[in-house]
DNA sequence: GGAAGTAGGCACCTAAAAGTGCGTAGGGCA
DNA sequence: TGCCCTACGCACTTTTAGGTGCCTACTTCC
């Protein structure tokens, strides 16, 4: 008996619309790069350190260590830099190297790959830069109009 | 007694850094736009629609009722797309109008700022198209390597 | 011979995001 | 007359990203 067929209709279309999402590439991209040091790993490979306030951060990439990484991303824990590290790895966006020296190192470099998504990323970076105040006004006057 | 000199450093850095993490726009950006319905949202108030696979969306934007983005955005649940479209709102970009029609009704349209971003956001969606494939090629094979 | 660096692995915990379900108040409609 | 539509609000639960702490083996330095 269908009592409610429109409710039954929305929710074929939801299911529909679930597995859409699943495999739609932007949602992925998004899933990717909204990680929290996902950025910011991409920036210090990309040479675009975020510790130099003044520059315009157009470096070449460059391959670093992980002892590096760490030093440099002074706020994440190990097990995070390594669980992103190792995922960007299997995407293809950094590669990792072991170098056999006295006390093993490991060094971490931009893909091919990698390097246009850090391109990509930095016009995310510039747009932010140059539309970021209005957002954080509008929010000010949004909350003090609500009070 | 300074039995940890090099553990203190680091720590310091490490509240520096996050709160250089706090204040930076790239970041309030990622945090922005990664929520699971802001994209979606934004697409289809600028009209490009996920649901037609052929055209290239480049339509103008449009407004749109409460219940017709329920509809469009066939999973969202009714919270989450009033939530979502009151911190849009909040921020600036979009905006709300109450219509008292017969059944009051509430359009969302984007505003200025919302088209800018929308635009950033179809530069990502073309990266995503262009390279997503070969993203998740890299993570089969390397899936299948580990093996 | 203990501290520190080398690059992590493993287990547990928390906090935030997202989902679920139920209610509203007024009206249309079969 | 009892259900559905409008656009939500509120409370509860689930999921998961991220954080913390403790471990490894080996080596060098003081």
């Given at each position: ?70 030093r440099m991303l002074a706020g994440v824990s190990q097990k995070m830099l390594t669980q992103t590290l190792r995922s960007l ?59």
């Amino acid at each position: 008996m269908a009592t409610t067929t429109a409710a039954r209709q929305r929710a074929q279309s939801k299911v529909e619309y679930d597995a859409f999402l699943a495999a739609c590439p932007s949602r992925e991209l998004l899933n990717r790069i909204s990680g929290k040091w996902v950025a910011l790993i991409l920036a210090a490979l990309g040479s675009d350190g975020p510790h130099r306030p003044g520059d315009d951060c157009a470096g070449e990439p460059r391959s670093m260590r992980y002892s590096e990484l760490s030093r440099m991303l002074a706020g994440v824990s190990q097990k995070m830099l390594t669980q992103t590290l190792r995922s960007l790895e299997r995407d293809g966006l950094v590669s990792r190297a072991v170098v056999p020296t006295v006390p093993i190192t490991v060094t971490y470099e931009l893909t091919d790959l990698g390097i246009s998504l850090h391109r990509m990323i930095r016009g995310l970076k510039t747009w932010a830069e140059t539309h970021m105040d209005d957002v954080i006004a509008n929010r000010a006057t949004y909350d003090t109009r609500a009070d």
